[in-house]
C-alpha cells in the first residue's frame, strides 16, 4: 500500500488549496478513505472521511462548509478541497485508507507521509 499526498503550500488566511492523494498497491475503490491532520506540538485530529464510493462523506464540525473531500476511482486518487483557510487550519495533512468500504465501524491501518499546510500572513 502505498499514498502519496501534494498539494500543501503556504496560503493566506482566507486562502484556498486542494491536496490530494495518490492511492497504489491496493484496490482503491473498495475501501473508504480519510484525512487526518496533526497541527504543530499537537495530536492527531481527524478531518474528514468519503465512503468506497463517494456517496457518503464526514466532515469534523470546526471543517464543515469549508473543507470538501471527494475521490476519482478512476484515478486512484483522493481530494481534499480546503476554502476559508484558518491559521489554527495548519498542520500536516495525512491520508489513511480504512479497513472497511464504508466509514463507520472500521479502522486506518495505511497513511501516507504527509504534506504541511501553513496558512499564514
Known amino acids: 500500500v502505498q499514498l502519496v499526498e501534494s498539494g500543501g503550500g503556504l496560503v493566506q488566511p482566507g486562502g484556498s488549496l486542494r491536496l490530494s492523494c495518490a492511492a497504489s498497491?491496493?484496490?482503491?475503490?473498495?475501501?473508504?478513505m480519510s484525512w487526518v491532520r496533526q497541527a504543530p506540538g499537537k495530536g492527531l485530529e481527524w478531518v474528514s472521511a468519503?465512503?468506497?464510493?463517494?456517496?457518503?462523506?464526514y466532515y469534523a464540525e470546526s471543517m464543515k462548509g469549508r473543507f470538501t473531500i471527494s475521490r476519482d476511482n478512476a484515478k486512484n486518487t483522493l481530494y481534499l478541497q480546503m476554502n476559508s483557510l484558518k491559521s489554527e487550519d495548519t498542520a500536516v495533512y495525512y491520508c489513511a485508507k480504512d479497513t472497511r468500504a464504508v466509514v463507520r465501524g472500521g479502522a486506518l491501518d495505511a497513511w501516507g507521509q504527509g504534506t504541511l499546510v501553513t496558512v499564514s500572513s
Open positions: 468519503i465512503s468506497w464510493n463517494g456517496g457518503s462523506t
Open positions: 498497491g491496493f484496490t482503491f475503490d473498495d475501501y473508504a
